[in-house]
């Protein structure tokens, strides 16, 4: 009667890195004399750790001839997977390091609105703080500022419980704005039904979106009376910072968010058109920060800064009443 083959156990535990420092130097040098002294060890320390990585393996990683060392077709293999993992593992030591006792401040907040708003003001804090270090995520997906290496975030979305705790900077009017030369060279706009003599600009996922229906060309027709009003073409994009540079390089009308368009009605580059008709929005944009931050001095300073530039907004865009900032709103 023929017996089964014993299965192998297979090992799962993980490998020291040590094993795996050792494997990659014999595995550069192809010697093991070379590659302990790499390593500042002797070379049957080296050979010991070679050999227990294989025992841990399962299979040889090196033949071994009188002269010389070569890699085995599973030890190739490793090498090819361990040496960039390792330099990578390196690398994050380097920078730890690098910054170990420096300060800043990490803020997770939309691409959108570190692009338009966020960035551009930036270089004044900078300068006030040359200290401090400032790394920006950009990112829609929500961060658990419990857990997550960030200190602040900012972020888009209407009062409740999602924001408890938050402080608000601005509320939002959308309006429609275009760039001054494309104005100049087509039809006048003097009531709403004008629009539809131009390209419309709008966000493609926004009837998609929770709340972000808010900020559609439909919803402004409704409240105009232009249920039925549809233009000479649309143009859709995935982003505000998108769809305002379309409108900037003339393109066709945009709906624009105010907080996010003040600097460039300010500079004039965009013109608010059929200004008596913006329309509210029930989206916010909040500040949060994380609870192992607040009471660091260079978190306070960011904050402090931050909401003056807030300040600033609200004023630019005409908001009232002004809200106090002071105040955690549910």
Not at 130 to 154: F, G, K, N, Q, Y
Not at 196 to 218: K, P, S, Y
């Amino acid at each position: 009667m023929n017996l089964p083959a014993p299965v192998a156990h297979l090992r799962t535990r993980p490998v020291a890195v040590g094993h795996w420092r050792a494997f990659l130097a014999v595995a550069r040098h192809l010697n093991f004399r070379a590659a302990a002294e790499e390593l500042s060890l002797t070379q049957s320390a080296v050979s010991r750790q070679i050999q227990a990585l294989e025992d841990e393996v399962g299979v040889p990683l090196f033949l071994r001839h009188t002269r010389a060392v070569e890699l085995t077709s599973a030890g190739a293999q490793l090498q090819r997977a361990v040496a960039p993992a390792l330099e990578r593992v390196d690398a994050c030591v380097r920078l730890v390091r690098q910054t170990a006792g420096r300060k800043s401040v990490a803020i997770t907040t939309w691409a959108s609105f570190a692009s338009m708003w966020l960035i551009p003001r930036m270089e004044e804090f900078q300068r006030d703080n040359p200290d401090i270090d400032i790394r920006i995520d950009a990112s829609d997906l929500p961060v658990d500022l419990e857990t997550a290496d960030v200190d602040l975030a900012l972020r888009y979305a209407v009062p409740g419980s999602q924001v408890y705790g938050a402080q608000r900077l601005f509320g939002e009017q959308l309006a429609v704005v275009a760039s001054p030369w494309l104005l100049k060279s087509g039809p006048p706009i003097r009531k709403p039904a004008d629009v539809a003599q131009f390209t419309l600009i709008e966000a493609g996922d926004a009837h998609r979106t929770m709340h972000l229906e808010w900020l559609t060309w439909r919803r402004w027709f409704e409240r105009n009376g232009q249920d039925k009003l549809q233009p000479k073409r649309w143009l859709y994009f995935n982003y505000a910072h998108q769809i305002v540079q379309a409108a900037l390089t003339g393109q066709g009308l945009a709906l624009a968010r105010m907080p996010l368009i003040a600097d460039a009605l300010a500079t004039g580059d965009l013109v608010e058109v059929l200004p008596g008709y913006r329309l509210d929005s029930p989206l916010v944009y909040w500040l949060m920060v994380g609870p192992r931050s607040g009471q660091r001095p260079e978190i306070k300073a960011f904050c402090e800064w931050l909401l003056r530039e807030a300040q600033l907004t609200r004023e630019a865009v005409g908001e009232v009443p002004d809200p106090d900032l002071n105040d955690d709103l549910d």
